[in-house]
């Protein structure tokens, strides 16, 4: 990966292969969706990006967010979707956040939206790869952030060029580059891109940050520190991954497994990294606990842990640590309808079949989906005739898992084969579907992160 101010002359004139060739592989042809609002940096993303696809003969999807905070952005999405229209291979869409605005956390609460809507738009079509328009600018204002509140090593890495988030691969190819070297190369090309006031407002901290260190120009060396960080967190996370890979399990139920035979040999911070990835993977959360609570785990005995941490229960028995989701913790609880499709507890996909009786033989009970809990294992000992003590799903794990309810009744639960009748099977996607209620692992985080090479 190329390290901030390392650019040599001529390498934005010469396309965007360089920044790209460390992030794949891609498919032949290339299919990549991007997120491009119009402003400088994401405008020459997209436009690399055509100019790329356009030579591997694949396809480019731009996705523009209209977050409904500004009237005029509608039109800045539409703009961007004429602009890409007309080039070779690509495609631009348009997504919206709906919904009522939080007063507090306005920039927090769009970022999220802006993934989510991103996220599902690409998982739906069976895309891999989206690209974002991040710069070393946005590295140090990162950096310079997390380092005010005291973050450790790890948080100080920043922004990583590339990242799994909810199935989908998050490539930052322009890490490396200054919004002004963007800017020239746009000016060159006489483009014009879209001014955001929002980039400007005062009222929010990253905007701050962006413009005292424009006023320090301390803005390179802290985008140089947090690259140093992030080679130091993508080795550690590499060493992880590779014990994780040999030693550790995640199961279809959602819960996780790691053989404790090699624990005590291992490197300390190597524990922390897999304890942090098997964490973000079972809890389905967007940030890890507290490093020093993990190096605390880390250092135990691995016959020692019993605790919950970040939504999970860790329990260790007989050689082997098991991480379940909590079901206490999730607060999940929601009304479908046939037809039903979204994600649960941001880890599970769920579908409800068209064709299901919404209230079947309770009156008083629409669809509902929520955690199976001990209220649904008991009716699946006495309405389904299961038995739970010879099931291979731990007790922990069977409580957090999806199931789907009419008002107080269990009408399905597809890893425990429950739905009046029908045995559950499982597909080649790892999807298990009983009663018209299909169900597939999908957490916000996988096990083996994927780096850089």
Not at 164 to 170: A, E, I, M, P
Request: proline share 7%; with cysteine; hydrophobic share 45%.
């Amino acid at each position: 990966m190329l390290e901030t101010g390392m650019l040599e002359a001529g390498m934005l004139e010469a396309g965007i292969d360089a920044f790209l060739q460390p992030l794949g592989p891609f498919e032949r042809p290339p299919i990549i969706a991007a997120a491009i609002s119009g402003g400088s940096d994401s405008l020459a993303l997209g436009l690399m990006l055509a100019d790329w696809i356009a030579k591997g003969g694949g396809h480019l999807h731009v996705l523009s967010v209209d977050h409904g905070l500004r009237p005029e952005a509608r039109e800045e999405c539409a703009a961007v979707g004429r602009r890409f229209a007309v080039l070779p291979g690509c495609s631009a869409h348009l997504l919206e956040w709906r919904g009522p605005k939080p007063a507090t956390g306005l920039q927090e609460a769009a970022r999220q939206a802006r993934y989510r809507l991103m996220g599902e738009w690409c998982r739906e079509r069976g895309i891999l790869h989206l690209a974002l328009g991040h710069t070393a600018d946005d590295q140090a204002e990162t950096f310079a952030m997390r380092r005010a509140q005291g973050s450790s090593p790890l948080g100080l890495a920043a922004m990583a060029a590339v990242r799994q988030r909810d199935g989908v691969r998050l490539l930052r190819p322009l890490l490396a580059v200054t919004r002004a070297e963007l800017r020239d190369w746009l000016t060159a090309r006489g483009e014009s891109w879209i001014e955001d006031p929002s980039n400007s407002a005062a009222r929010f901290e990253r905007t701050r940050w962006r413009a005292s260190l424009a006023a320090s120009g301390e803005g390179p060396a802290m985008a140089a520190q947090a690259t140093g960080f992030g080679q130091a967190r993508d080795r550690l996370e590499r060493d992880a991954a590779r014990l994780l890979a040999s030693a550790g399990r995640m199961h279809p139920a959602g819960y996780l497994t790691l053989d404790l035979n090699a624990w005590p040999a291992s490197d300390p911070d190597v524990r922390v990294g897999i304890l942090r990835q098997a964490l973000l993977a079972v809890g389905g959360h967007e940030f890890a606990p507290a490093p020093d609570r993990l190096r605390q785990l880390a250092a135990a005995g691995p016959e020692r842990i019993r605790t919950t941490l970040a939504g999970c229960i860790l329990t260790a028995r007989r050689g082997s640590l098991t991480i379940c989701r909590e079901a206490g913790n999730i607060r999940d609880h929601r009304p479908v309808s046939p037809g039903w499709a979204g994600t649960w507890d941001h880890r599970f996909a769920l579908k409800v079949a068209t064709g299901l009786d919404p209230a079947g033989d309770d009156p008083v009970g629409g669809l509902a989906i929520a955690p199976l809990g001990e209220s649904g294992q008991r009716q699946a000992v006495d309405k389904f005739g299961v038995r739970l003590k010879r099931h291979p799903v731990p007790e922990a794990a069977r409580a957090a898992l999806p199931a789907l309810w009419r008002g107080e009744i269990l009408a399905a639960q597809p890893h425990l084969g429950l739905g009046e009748g029908l045995a559950a099977r499982l597909n080649p996607r790892h999807a298990v579907t009983t009663c018209g209620f299909t169900v597939a692992l999908r957490p916000p985080h996988t096990m083996y992160s994927s780096f850089p090479g």
